[in-house]
């Protein structure tokens, strides 16, 4: 059974750097089958796709997020991370990893699952 | 910047057919997928490519896709239907959702 599990600090300062994991179990984190992706929902909204990543190097980011955005895989444990630098307090939401499918085969990310359970991230000071 | 339009909130009596429809420059040339998202929960896929439904999705789940509208249907609406539903493309290297639409069941 495949299980994805986000973790981060909760609670971060305006204008400091917000760091997350999500740990996979269940599938292997560099198959070629699929993608991982974030996406986020700040409180009372809709979702925001952040970014996705495939371990063959292929990293497509937000455009609005891009210049602040670092995603990345380790294998060795099974870990996607998400780097968010310079945030504000529009960067305040749950972010939720995911497994992210391809349409086919070699070809670009579609749709997302499963879902991780999320992790709320406030920014205050 | 592509975008996708949702009404904001759809109505239906239990038993009847919802119908919520998603909004997009020539939709029909890209892969529609469609997310439940209940109350205090994660988005769970409820259709993918347009029309497909994972295992585990009951029937009265249904996806289709023409011109510039995508629509997803459920029959026989009950009760534990009632949630925000998200449509969702990939678009040249980004991925867009739309507003949400918030199903009632009265």
């Known amino acids: 059974q495949i299980k994805l599990q986000e973790s981060g600090p909760g609670l971060v300062r305006p204008s400091e750097t917000l760091s997350l994991t999500c740990t996979v179990s269940?599938?292997?984190?560099?198959?070629?089958?699929?993608?991982w992706g974030w996406v986020r929902q700040p409180p009372g909204k809709g979702l925001e796709w952040i970014g996705t990543?495939?371990?063959?190097?292929?990293?497509y980011y937000n455009p609005s997020l891009k210049s602040r955005l670092t995603i990345s895989v380790d294998t060795s444990i099974s870990q996607l991370s998400l780097t968010l630098r310079s945030v504000t307090a529009a960067d305040t939401a749950t972010y939720y990893c995911?497994?992210?499918?391809?349409?086919?085969?070699?070809?670009?990310?579609?749709?997302?699952?499963?879902w991780g359970q999320g992790t709320q991230v406030t920014v205050s000071s | 910047s592509y975008e996708l339009s949702q009404p904001p909130s759809v109505s239906v009596s239990p038993g009847q057919t919802a119908t919520i429809i998603c909004s997009g420059h020539?939709?029909?040339?890209?892969?529609v997928c469609w997310y439940q998202q209940k109350a205090g929960q994660s988005p769970i896929i409820v259709v993918y490519?347009?029309?497909r439904r994972p295992s585990g999705i009951p029937e009265r789940f249904s996806g289709s896709n023409s011109g510039n509208t995508a629509t997803l249907t459920i029959s026989g609406t009950q009760a534990a239907d009632e949630a925000d539903y998200y449509c969702q493309v990939w678009d040249s290297t980004t991925i867009v959702f739309g507003g949400g639409t918030r199903l009632t069941v009265l």
């Open positions: 995911a497994r992210h499918f391809p349409v086919s085969s070699d070809s670009y990310p579609s749709w997302f699952d499963p």
């Open positions: 490519k347009d029309s």
């Open positions: 990543f495939y371990y063959r190097g292929r990293i």
């Open positions: 269940g599938v292997s984190i560099d198959s070629k089958d699929h993608f």
């Open positions: 020539e939709l029909e040339s890209k892969y």
